[in-house]
């Protein structure tokens, strides 16, 4: 059978359920088999009630993605969350196209592109290098909040309020009582969303309204 006319790992895509209710989570590890921490993240978001999962690359391995099915996907949920490897200072090559190419103008942002206006988005991430190696004096140099602005600017851009990501710094030296802990308090967040303790004091959704002269011409 050819690879791309298998089924993949999440099955077939779901019907959206009841609009402005659910989770919808996007998966994006291009060696899932292989992770230690991302495919555990996954398999409890897939036992929690409301979590519509998509792994990205089992779904698209050939890159062509179906956006009119994840538009209905993102319409359907209230609750957007991005759970993926970083990978050099961003989000892995598909999660990125995922946004190029289902984020459209009119829809997602823009003139009309109030879509997603009132929702929430949430990173979910996992890095290679500890916490100490994200420091002025650390090898990336940076505190990893500086890595931070192209998620929260594309949540602002279509209306969402970005939530406090959850980050797990060392993924590969974890030990795994660690893992463990950080897998639980995932599926926790998850099943008790949206009542967060720190929900009350996020301020409402930005509104970032692009004139319509900044729109480049087809």
């Given at each position: 059978m050819d690879e791309h006319l298998r089924t993949p790992p999440d099955?077939?895509?779901?019907?959206?359920?009841v609009a402005g209710q659910g989770i919808y989570l996007l998966a994006a590890h291009p060696n899932l088999r292989e992770s230690r921490v991302n495919r555990r993240l996954l398999d409890a978001a897939r036992n929690v009630a409301r979590v519509d999962t998509n792994d990205l690359y089992a779904r698209y391995p050939d890159y062509f993605i179906d956006v009119a099915a994840e538009q209905a996907r993102l319409a359907a949920a209230q609750l957007i969350v991005l759970l993926h490897p970083i990978h050099w200072y961003s989000m892995p090559a598909l999660q990125k196209l995922w946004l190029d190419e289902v984020l459209t103008y009119g829809w997602a942002y823009g003139v009309g592109g109030d879509a997603l206006r009132g929702k929430d988005l949430w990173l979910v991430a996992t890095t290679g290098g500890p916490s100490d190696?994200?420091?002025?004096q650390g090898y990336n140099r940076y505190f990893f909040d500086a890595f931070l602005p192209p998620y929260a600017q594309t949540a602002a851009l279509c209306g969402m309020r970005f939530l406090p990501p959850l980050l797990l710094h060392g993924a590969r030296s974890a030990s795994e009582?660690?893992?463990?802990?950080h897998v639980e308090r995932f599926r926790q967040r998850l099943q008790s969303y949206p009542r967060w303790p720190e929900m009350d004091e996020l301020g409402n959704c930005p509104a970032c309204d692009v004139p319509l002269a900044d729109r480049p011409r087809d």
């Open positions: 099955g077939p895509i779901p019907a959206p359920p190696s994200y420091h002025p009582p660690e893992v463990t802990q």
